[in-house]
């Protein structure tokens, strides 16, 4: 008997896994356990510039500097909002601090035990191996997950199951789960309907992750349809995942019933769901050959926009091939990034401005005084009185061009004395002829190594100074400031802002923030004291999917580079009509 357990398929234990429960009672006096029904836990063309275009929009440079496909000039603004630049400095930090510091907190490695066989086993052999195990009564369902992370042979899995229906009388649903999961990540399609058979007849319903499982390994078969009953057995329990809605999608583009999958998707985004790039992708790459949902595939890239989401490298190469597929030859594509005066590269057109229009900022301005200046949280930061005080302060005096964050600029450097260093900057912007507000603590005024008193008197003759308690946070101080002075005002500071846009109360307002800040930011790149200032580059042009009658412009995330949250891409893709 153990000589066949070699070869024994699931087809073959199928009647042991599926026989009654009385039945099963001669084989294991515990083996009704395993029996409970499970019960789950309750195109048309448009353009999308608005009429904020930034200075020099109808100049167009005098030479017109085409980039072929994937080389784009390595001459990029540097700025603390470009895609990689968080990684860049976490690693020189590393490289600054040395490499050994996160092995010493983490400590060596032990090995791992590795005792997955490299070929089916026989029931005795399974049960030596079970025997030598720390922990046997795991031991099934830890095998069939270390086989899992090891893509082994479904074969061995195969033999794993035989032995546990021959010893046991059944094998149990989380077994089952695993082995599914090794099955439809494999592609091994006849065996995920076996599966799907046995457990239909085990198991009253399933949990959602079994579903999400089925719903993937039918979608590439041609029982995709099943994945429709899928979805719709999930709808009872919750509402299915992007995940299990783009592959059923993919279901239906693979087997041309676009159809289908455009009514899966739009069913999808009115739930308020985001759809993940391997379905917008799905699109492109299956309509090359339809070119009459031009329309419903140019929604696909204004979802985006609107949404302030940057498509991966893979996803942008399918977009550009589907625009390039046009017939009559009328698209073409390259590579490219934006002239810091928001003109592409490629194509020369103006890009759409990085500055608010009036509707915007007033938007913005009464969201950020209500839920930042005055939200539940600012009296931690601040007292009522100080608050008052300082609002009483800005109204009294002209509007600001730029407000700085004095300690945060004070501490660019280690070196030298902080005050100096501050002194050195507030001069700096004050020979340009701006208005000047610094923001700063009483402590910076009390005179020590650090805060020189002439040092700071100067800087209250060349700005306006407004120093608050030593134990409040400037930055509602800062952003109250500029934002009451206008959509000129510029603030002065290195600080992020994560924490305030955090507040904001729904995502497009977040985004119109980090917009605004994305062009009214001023952060220091360069200090050398005595000699040198210099600022990073405030971009002209905004960081979004845009459109006019005759092109695209779509910023992506390339491959191997890490963006943070608060970063944009710095590489793009230009289509432009060909005349």
Not at 5 to 31: D, E, G, M, Q
Not at 345 to 365: G, H, M, V, W
Not at 451 to 471: E, G, L, P, Y
Request: net charge positive; hydrophobic share 35%; glycine share 4%.
């Amino acid at each position: 008997m153990g000589t066949l357990l070699i070869s024994c398929t699931l087809n073959n234990i199928y009647p042991l896994l599926v026989r009654s429960r009385s039945s099963c009672f001669a084989v294991h006096k515990n083996v009704s356990s395993f029996f409970k029904v499970w019960e789950p836990r309750k195109v048309q063309r448009f353009s999308t510039r608005v009429g904020n275009s930034h200075e020099g929009d109808n100049k167009r440079p005098n030479t017109k500097q085409k980039e072929q496909s994937g080389k784009v000039p390595h001459a990029l603004p540097k700025s603390v909002f470009a895609a990689g630049t968080a990684r860049k400095k976490a690693e020189f930090l590393k490289q600054k601090w040395g490499n050994d510091f996160d092995k010493e907190l983490k400590g060596p490695r032990k090995p791992k035990e590795n005792n997955i066989p490299s070929q089916p086993l026989t029931a005795a052999q399974w049960k030596t191996l079970k025997d030598d195990a720390r922990a046997s009564h795991h031991f099934e369902v830890s095998m069939m997950e270390k086989m899992l992370a090891a893509n082994s042979d479904i074969d061995v899995a195969k033999s794993l199951l035989a032995y546990v229906a021959m010893e046991t009388g059944t094998v149990s649903y989380e077994l089952l789960l695993r082995y599914l999961t090794l099955c439809v990540h494999g592609n091994h399609e006849s065996e995920v309907f076996d599966v799907y058979d046995i457990m239909k007849k085990r198991f009253k319903t399933l949990e959602t992750g079994a579903y999400s499982l089925f719903i993937k390994g039918f979608s590439r078969t041609e029982k995709w349809r099943e994945c429709l009953l899928l979805l719709e057995s999930i709808k009872r329990v919750i509402t299915p995942s992007p995940r299990n809605y783009g592959y059923a999608i993919n279901g239906a583009l693979l087997h041309s019933d676009s159809r289908t999958a455009w009514v899966l998707y739009e069913e999808m985004v009115e739930k308020g769901l985001t759809p993940n790039q391997e379905t917008w992708q799905a699109f492109f790459d299956s309509d090359r050959s339809a070119h009459d949902s031009e329309s419903k595939l140019s929604s696909l890239l204004l979802y985006m926009r609107n949404n302030q989401i940057y498509p991966g490298e893979a996803l942008v190469k399918s977009i550009k091939a589907w625009f390039e597929s046009v017939p009559g030859n009328k698209w073409n594509g390259s590579w490219t990034t934006p002239e810091n005066s928001g003109h592409c590269r490629n194509c020369c057109s103006s890009l759409e401005s990085i500055q608010l229009t009036e509707e915007e900022y007033n938007q913005l301005k009464e969201k950020v005084m209500n839920d930042v200046i005055q939200g539940k949280d600012v009296f931690k930061k601040t007292t009522p009185q100080e608050l008052e005080s300082f609002k009483s302060f800005v109204k009294k005096r002209p509007p600001f061009d730029v407000v700085i964050d004095g300690l945060n600029v004070a501490n660019t450097t280690s070196k030298g004395n902080q005050s100096e260093t501050l002194l050195e900057v507030v001069s700096h912007l004050a020979q340009q002829n701006l208005r000047l507000l610094v923001l700063g603590r009483k402590h910076m005024l009390r005179g020590s190594r650090s805060w020189d008193r002439k040092n700071m008197s100067v800087i209250q003759q060349k700005a306006d100074c407004f120093f608050t308690d030593n134990i409040s946070e400037d930055d509602p101080f800062l952003l109250y400031a500029t934002l009451h002075s206008g959509n000129h005002c510029k603030f002065l500071s290195r600080d992020l802002m994560r924490d305030h846009k955090a507040c904001l109360p729904d995502s497009s307002t977040r985004r119109l923030f980090f917009k605004w800040q994305r062009g009214h930011q001023l952060v220091l790149s360069s200090y050398t004291a005595g000699r040198r200032i210099r600022f990073e580059t405030v971009p002209k042009y905004d960081t979004i999917i845009q459109t006019e009658e005759n092109s695209w412009h779509i910023p992506y995330d390339e491959d191997g580079v890490e963006r943070y949250s608060y970063e944009v891409p710095r590489k793009w893709l230009c289509l432009e009509m060909k005349r």
